[in-house]
């Protein structure tokens, strides 16, 4: 019975072999429409049909005895057997063949296998067939708390209501078992291994060629050999053998394009290959079309085409990292302009943010009292940082320009010499006269002032001026270094020195403002002045008054570049020096308790100028 199963086995192995790789191969051909001419093999079909069939197969019959009720006896089942099939040309017993002498009398029967003749004794086939291990004694087993012992019965954990059902026989089990294996292997691709046994004795030294023959004969090794050297070494469908070879040509890379049929790129492979098709020469080919594949005879043609494949690796992997990289610095570039995009619009917000808040600060800034002075400027961001100190300029040039649009004309024009006077002192002196009124004629204060009035329109009618820019009473410096109370007239033309001794006469001749080259001054309060001359000895005198000298310095500068473009040369000396009879001297101040007025004197070889304690 054992021998049985196992020979059903290979029988059962043998056709699926059978119908895979000899029987399905050749039909494959025919319905790809491929020229072929059949190779006959042997089909073991009839063998298992002789063993499985439902009703007239052996193991169905043994089935219907091992149900019987009664004593039923293995010769019983031989009976049975030689009814059914006797006349079955691969089977045979001592009951349908007399003539036969090697089989036993109601105990033998011979099957005709692929592999060759088997005879088998029916004693213990009903026995071995029979399971008389019911299904509940499985499920005890199942449930037992042993895990070996429990994997052994997997069957136990079938539903209860199958426990008084009777169980299958061993034959119908090994049948069903085979059909699931070969339905599991029909769904495979299968790769064969034949082991062939060169003697019967497991030797390795002796080797029987009848013994080898036989074994290749019914293995149908010769049959697969023909159908293999007949056919194709590979085939393929159309879309798969396009998909991996299109990148060898240039017509299907990177798609093909011409027509919608993807047997056409095909086509085109090949031509590109050089590969003759079997359309063409029947005799020789490379390749055959069939409906849905393609057929490649040789294994050297796959092989090329395998290597062109692998030849145009380096080019695909090239130009994979070209547009890889490309994609890469496209993302990079994409997230850099978002980047930019999203810092430009961050900063606008900031930027209108702070103009909001700005123009919210300085909405009323007319109306302020100070015009803006003490309001909070907002932080501005850090690009318009350059931009906000441009705002305060122009915030201080309104105001200034508002504050000075509110004064009179006389005050706008004392604020521009007052503005001229701090350009000129502001880095020697922190006091020169900018707190008080900057008149002009300060000649008036003269107790003589009616002769003096007098005199001035005389030398105006005289000298043809216009315009009395600044008069003060000074102490002038002779050449002689004593000390000459005069009034000082500056015009837009001349300085003119007025002796009011004698009538505010004018001097020996004016003084003409080209001829001033600059003026020297003192850090201190004395009201000094050193006019220095381009020609003649330098003008050294005591403005009288607080800091009326800077007044008259600032009126020298604007005149001498109204008049000639050139700036006025003003020094701030402790000492300052001027020039009498081409000779240098300076002018030392000292105080002096007894002292009414401003007086020169000399002193060694420079002049004092000695000034009264409260001066």
């Not at 046994?197 to 023959?213: A, C, L």
């Not at 056409?264 to 098709?277: G, K, P, R, T, Y």
């Not at 009035?453 to 102490?475: C, E, G, I, S």
């Not at 002193?603 to 009264?612: D, E, F, I, R, Y």
Request: glycine residues 4%; charged residues 30%.
């Amino acid at each position: 019975f054992e021998q049985l199963c196992i020979n059903y086995c290979n029988e059962k192995l043998q056709q699926l072999f059978i119908e895979l790789v000899l029987q399905r191969e050749q039909e494959e051909y025919r319905n790809e429409g491929i020229v072929w001419k059949d190779v006959n093999f042997f089909n073991n079909k009839v063998i298992c049909d002789l063993v499985e069939e439902n009703t007239k197969g052996i193991l169905a019959i043994l089935d219907e005895k091992c149900l019987m009720v009664g004593d039923i006896k293995d010769r019983d089942f031989l009976f049975h057997l030689d009814r059914v099939v006797g006349k079955h040309e691969h089977y045979s017993s001592r009951q349908t063949d007399s003539a036969d002498k090697e089989l036993r009398r109601d105990a033998d029967f011979r099957l005709k296998h692929f592999a060759g003749d088997v005879v088998y004794c029916v004693d213990g086939f009903i026995e071995k067939n029979k399971d008389t291990l019911f299904q509940d004694l499985k499920r005890l087993l199942f449930s037992s708390k042993h895990a070996v012992l429990s994997s052994m019965w997997e069957d136990g954990k079938l539903d209860i209501r199958a426990v008084t059902k009777r169980p299958i026989t061993a034959g119908k089990s090994f049948k069903q078992s085979m059909n699931e294996l070969v339905q599991q292997l029909s769904r495979k691709e299968p790769f064969y291994v034949r082991c062939i046994k060169p003697n019967e004795k497991k030797s390795p030294q002796e080797f029987r060629d009848s013994r080898v023959v036989h074994q290749i004969r019914y293995l149908g090794l010769v049959e697969n050999v023909r159908v293999r050297r007949a056919g194709y070494a590979n085939r393929q469908t159309f879309e798969h053998f396009y998909q991996r070879y299109k990148m060898i040509c240039a017509e299907t890379w990177p798609n093909w394009k011409k027509t919608r049929d993807i047997k056409d790129a095909v086509h085109a492979l090949c031509a590109d290959a050089h590969l003759v098709e079997a359309a063409k020469n029947a005799q020789t080919h490379d390749v055959a079309f069939g409906r849905t594949k393609l057929f490649i005879s040789k294994p050297q043609t796959l092989a090329l085409l395998e290597q062109r494949r692998r030849e145009r690796f380096p080019a695909l992997v090239t130009m994979l990292q070209t547009h890889w990289r490309a994609w890469l610095a496209r993302r990079y570039f994409r997230r850099l302009r978002a980047i930019f995009f999203i810092k430009q619009c961050y900063k606008k917000y900031k930027t209108r943010r702070f103009f909001r808040v700005l123009f919210g600060t300085f909405k009323d800034v007319r109306n302020h009292p100070k015009l803006g002075v003490g309001l909070p400027w907002p932080e501005p961001p850090l690009v318009l940082r350059p931009f906000i100190r441009y705002c305060r300029l122009i915030h201080s040039t309104w105001r200034a320009h508002t504050i000075v649009a509110r004064l009179s004309e006389e005050q706008q024009k004392e604020m521009r010499l007052k503005i001229i006077g701090l350009v000129l002192c502001y880095k020697y002196r922190n006091d020169w006269g900018y707190r008080r009124a900057w008149k002009g004629d300060y000649a008036r204060e003269h107790p003589l002032a009616d002769q003096y009035t007098q005199a001035l329109d005389k030398l105006q009618r005289d000298l043809h001026f216009k315009h009395v820019l600044f008069t003060a009473v000074v102490m002038k410096m002779a050449t002689t270094s004593k000390t000459q109370e005069r009034v000082l007239v500056l015009t837009e033309r001349f300085m003119l020195k007025l002796d009011p001794t004698k009538h505010f006469k004018m001097g020996s001749h004016p003084v003409p403002l080209g001829d001033i080259v600059g003026v020297s001054l003192t850090t201190g309060v004395d009201g000094l002045l050193v006019v220095h001359m381009q020609k003649d000895n330098d003008v050294v005198f005591v403005v009288k008054g607080s800091q009326r000298n800077v007044e008259l310095t600032v009126w020298l500068t604007q005149m001498l570049f109204r008049l000639f473009g050139r700036v006025l040369k003003v020094q701030f000396q402790d000492t300052p020096a001027f020039k009498h009879k081409n000779k240098t001297s300076s002018i030392s101040i000292v105080r002096a308790d007894g002292a009414a007025e401003p007086a020169f004197a000399k002193s060694g070889a420079g002049v004092q100028l000695q000034l009264p304690s409260q001066y």
